[in-house]
């Protein structure tokens, strides 16, 4: 990735609880909701419609999911949201999931998403939140970081691989029909 020539700005980092930010953080996905961004999650979950197509309610969908994670104790939620801001304007969000089975090997999360708002990208935001996010897990005792990308967004595949993360598994899939 290109890092983009701009006057250094402060960036805060937080776990966001703040459900008036909803609608914010929703547009921020749906602005960059592009269909190489469709991986196993969005098809297994109620956003995509196909390896393709995203549903056609996707900002509705989406608006209740972020909705019920703002509503969680970030202490103790298995749900949580980063948010990366500039001043007042939200700039890039991570969900994260951590997974609670006390009977795992190693306590793990998932980074489901991560989306950096286009006219910030290439400034480090985003390795600044997945950097912010690794520590706040760690400290939670979270030992692995997971995380998808569709099979064809090969940017992002560079990008997760720049940052340390190992490509581990293939996921692959089968529409079913009784022809």
């Not at 390896?51 to 309610?57: A, E, L, M």
């Not at 793990?108 to 950097?131: E, K, T």
Request: negative net charge.
């Amino acid at each position: 990735m290109n890092q983009k020539s701009i006057t250094p700005k402060t960036v805060t980092i937080n776990w966001c609880t703040d459900a008036a930010l909803s609608e914010a953080l929703t547009q921020l996905f749906v602005m960059n909701a592009h269909t190489q961004y469709i991986s196993q999650s969005e098809l297994q979950g109620s956003r995509a419609a196909s390896p393709t197509q995203w549903r056609s309610d996707l900002a509705t969908t989406l608006r209740q999911e972020l909705n019920a994670t703002l509503s969680l104790d970030p202490a103790s939620a298995n749900q949580l949201i980063a948010t990366a801001n500039i001043g007042n304007d939200i700039v890039g969000m991570a969900l994260v999931a951590i997974d609670n089975n006390p009977d795992v090997a190693t306590p793990f999360a998932s980074l489901d998403d991560l989306i950096v708002h286009p006219d910030h990208r290439g400034a480090g935001i985003g390795q600044q939140l997945i950097a912010w996010v690794e520590q706040q897990l760690l400290t939670r005792g979270i030992q692995r970081l997971f995380l998808e990308s569709c099979a064809g967004n090969h940017d992002a595949h560079r990008y997760f691989h720049g940052l340390n993360f190992q490509t581990v598994s293939v996921v692959m899939m089968k529409e079913l029909s009784h022809a």
